[in-house]
Nanobody, 116 residues
Framework: EVQLQASGGGSVQAGGSLRLSCAAS????????IGWFRQVPGKEREGVSC????????YYAGSVKGRFTISSDNARKMVYLQMDSLKPEDTALYYC?????????WGKGTQVTVSS
């Protein structure tokens, strides 16, 4: 069974940092890509960053480039999102996602709240 579990959210002041973790199981980790998405109530879910675990190619949305860093630990089947220089507009519920055979799998979200 494919499972993703996001953790590490919290409340910080603007300019602070948080590191989100996504624990993955139930699929071949190295053959997949894992992405981080975020959603604010009333708005569409937004792609933040993703990593291709086969070659560690990374992607960042323009709004987070230079502030967020995605990384992976293949041995532990973990993907991390280091978030620095956080802004109030980063406040959202953050999810990790993978696609396997065209099916989307989502973990439970972790809330990030950034106060000004």
């Amino acid at each position: 069974e494919v499972q993703l579990q996001a953790s590490g959210g919290g409340s910080v002041q603007a300019g602070g940092s948080l590191r989100l973790s996504c624990a993955a199981s139930g699929f071949t980790f190295r053959d997949s890509a894992i992405g981080w998405f975020r959603q604010v109530p009333g708005k569409e879910r937004e792609g933040v960053s993703c990593i291709d675990l086969s070659d560690e190619t990374t992607y960042y949305a323009g709004s987070v480039k230079g502030r967020f860093t995605i990384s992976s630990d293949n041995a532990r089947k973990m993907v991390y999102l280091q978030m620095d220089s956080l802004k109030p507009e980063d406040t959202a519920l953050y999810y990790c996602n993978t696609q396997i055979r065209s099916l989307d799998y989502w973990g439970k979200g972790t809330q990030v709240t950034v106060s000004s």
